[in-house]
């Protein structure tokens, strides 16, 4: 049984910063894209950032300069390392791995953790 299990949301000041942790279970992690979204209400689901299997990121234009994706395979976990945060930075956060010989067919989210950015 395959699943994904966030953890390090949480209420910051702006300008803070937080680290979030993507735990997987089941997957040969080194097969996986990984992938960081987020969604406020009134808007879809929006891309943050991803890797893919061989290392490369890619960036939101609003987070590229403040937020880092990263892997630790050995312990499975996908982390996305947020700073600098800012008011617009409040959502809910999921984790994503695609399996890199079939994404279309093999998608896994985890629950999502909040992330609130308030004076």
């Known amino acids: 049984q395959a699943n994904l299990v966030e953890s390090g949301g949480g209420l910051v000041q702006p300008g803070g910063s937080l680290r979030l942790s993507c735990a997987g279970s089941g997957f040969i992690f080194t097969m996986y894209h990984g992938g960081w979204w987020r969604q406020v209400p009134g808007k879809p689901r929006e891309f943050v950032a991803s890797?893919?299997?061989?290392?490369?990121?890619n960036y939101a234009d609003s987070v590229k300069d403040r937020f880092t994706i990263s892997r630790d395979t050995a312990k499975n976990t996908l982390y996305l390392q947020m700073n600098n945060l800012k008011p617009e930075d409040t959502a809910v956060y999921y984790c994503n791995l695609k399996y890199q010989p079939n994404p279309a067919d093999y998608d896994y989210w985890g629950q999502g953790t909040q992330v609130t950015v308030s004076s």
């Open positions: 890797q893919t299997t061989d290392g490369a990121t």
